[in-house]
Nanobody
Framework: VQLQASGGGLVQAGDSLRLSCVAS????????MAWFRQAPGKEREFVAV???????????DSVKGRFTISKYSSAENAVTVHLQMTSLEPEDTAVYYC????????????????WGQGTLVTVSS
């Protein structure tokens, strides 16, 4: 499974931004897809996850109500996962990573076996 994240950038507080992650591989449709983020000097933290079939979603308390995760099959053996971010705050500044895993709704970094390269989101006040 390979993941490629994109969509980061510099925005102002209150703005919206949509991140994308293209995941490819013969079994990728069976993976739960998640977003994590890592701010400077901090540990990587869970943001959101969507079940492999799209039926369930889970969010961290810090983004619930502001961020929305979605996914769709974009090609044979490929899925695209979006993270729609609204009402962005300076505290959302981080490198955002997409990840794929087989354990539902886990927030543990080590339980995701595949990772994208990260995309930087900077929110100015």
């Amino acid at each position: 499974v390979q993941l490629q994240a994109s969509g980061g950038g510099l925005v102002q507080a209150g703005d919206s931004l949509r991140l994308s992650c293209v995941a490819s591989g013969s079994t990728v449709t069976m993976y739960h897809m998640a977003w994590f983020r890592q701010a400077p000097g901090k540990e990587r933290e869970f943001v959101a996850v969507i079940r492999w079939n799209g039926a369930d979603k889970d969010y961290s308390d810090s983004v619930k109500g502001r961020f929305t995760i979605s996914k769709y099959s974009s090609a044979e053996n490929a899925v695209t996962v979006h993270l729609q971010m609204t009402s962005l705050e300076p505290e959302d500044t981080a490198v955002y990573y997409c990840a794929a895993g087989r354990v539902w709704s886990t927030r543990r970094v080590y339980e995701y076996g595949y990772w994208g390269q990260g995309t930087l989101v900077t929110v100015s006040s």
